[in-house]
């Protein structure tokens, strides 16, 4: 199982903003790097986007529990299947977010994937504090 973990950031905005921001899917364009990102589409419960140089991603909500914990799974448009947890760690009006992603990739893909994906998922976490902060 090939676990990435992004960095982890404090954003000046109670959890459950953040958690409610989250579960509308046409929120999450709002995070993706707008320069590699194109051909975005949503219906408010999932997504789906193809990355410059890479694959079409498909996303949808999966669950999770209020306001701490967002869960995300891949879509049949996705190369491979994954899920997303985006974690909020809510004290004191501030939010200590966090994003794991974990997949059954092979050895190669993983070789191929890893670096983007932990880029991607910076990225994410450094527009949540720039949209909420």
Not at 52 to 66: E, K, N, P, Q
Not at 88 to 108: H, I, K, S, Y
Request: charged share 20%; with cysteine.
């Amino acid at each position: 199982m090939t676990r990435i973990e992004s960095k982890h950031v404090e954003i000046a905005r109670p959890a459950l903003d953040i958690y409610t921001f989250l579960q509308d899917m046409n929120n999450f364009q709002q995070l993706l790097p707008q320069d590699r990102i194109s051909e975005w589409k949503s219906d408010g419960m999932s997504c789906s986007f193809k990355v410059a140089g890479a694959a079409t991603i498909g996303l949808m909500l999966d669950g999770g529990t209020s306001p701490g914990h967002v869960r995300l799974k891949s879509t049949e448009r996705s190369p491979f299947p994954f899920t997303l947890d985006v974690h909020l760690n809510g004290a004191n009006g501030t939010t200590t977010a966090f994003q794991v992603f974990e997949a059954d990739l092979n050895p190669f893909i993983k070789m191929m994937v890893e670096s983007p994906l932990k880029n991607l998922f910076d990225h994410i976490a450094d527009k949540m504090v720039e949209i909420h902060g």
